[in-house]
């Protein structure tokens, strides 16, 4: 147990689903992250916020979206994916924006 | 454009020995860097880092070697162990800029052999 915790740990969806990732973090970590981790790719950040408010998106998607309603919780909620972004979906905080990661064990998430 | 890349996707040690991890980066402008470690089924775990006013940092069990000059970073762990299997990252970022830009390397898959 690292401090952050994902669920759910294992996740199927089909392309037309809706479903959300959530994160929790106990740390009092202001900055909470969500990662895309793909075969072979390095980590690719997805969004940033701190003190709840978001402060980097990547040019992800829009059938992504996060939310962050509290400094200790975070969403990822998903809809109309694809299969290309199966991937482990990890969520880190930090102290603050330039302070150490603390990473949860994330959410393997296939779309069939 | 800019890259942190490893030299080798995987490495194969005998259980005792030394294992060394290479990491090469591109942004000359990298002054903190970070190794992370992760377990199967489990997500990245802080290793140890380094500023770029230091060449070497210890510890336990593992150093961090920076060379500026080339660029290059790398990973010593002493004395290797089951445990150790993983996958390595290394991971670079200006300072001043935050985790927002800090980029990391494919990995290289640590097996220690018994």
């Known amino acids: 147990e690292t401090g952050v915790t994902q669920t759910p740990r294992h996740l199927v969806m089909g392309m037309t689903n809706k479903k959300s990732l959530k994160c929790e973090q106990h740390?009092?970590?202001?900055?909470m992250y969500w990662y895309k981790q793909s075969a072979k790719k390095p980590l690719e950040l997805m969004f940033v916020?701190?003190?709840?408010?978001?402060?980097e998106n990547n040019s992800v998607p829009s059938r992504f979206s996060p939310e962050c309603p509290n400094s200790s919780h975070l969403f990822l909620h998903l809809h109309t994916l694809q299969p290309e972004d199966s991937a482990l979906y990890l969520c880190?905080?930090?102290?603050?924006?330039?302070?150490?990661?603390?990473f949860g064990s994330g959410t393997r998430l296939t779309v069939v | 454009g800019e890259s942190v890349g490893l030299h080798l996707p995987t490495l194969s040690v005998q259980e005792g020995d030394n294992s060394i991890i290479n990491c090469a980066y591109s942004?000359?402008?990298?002054?903190?860097f970070i190794w992370y470690k992760q377990e199967s089924g489990k997500g990245p775990q802080f290793i140890i880092d380094?500023?770029?006013?230091?060449d070497k940092r210890q510890g336990q069990r593992v150093t961090v070697l920076l060379n500026k000059t080339v660029k290059h970073l790398s990973l010593q762990i002493a004395a290797t162990q089951p445990g150790d299997s993983a996958v390595y990252f290394c991971?670079?970022?200006?300072?001043?800029?935050?985790?927002?830009?800090?980029?990391f390397g494919t990995g290289t898959r640590l097996t220690i052999i018994p």
């Open positions: 916020y701190s003190l709840e408010e978001r402060v």
């Open positions: 880190a905080s930090s102290p603050d924006k330039g302070g150490g990661y603390t």
């Open positions: 740390l009092g970590h202001n900055a």
């Open positions: 991971a670079e970022t200006e300072a001043n800029f935050g985790n927002e830009k800090l980029t």
């Open positions: 942004n000359s402008a990298s002054d903190y």
């Open positions: 380094i500023r770029s006013n230091m």
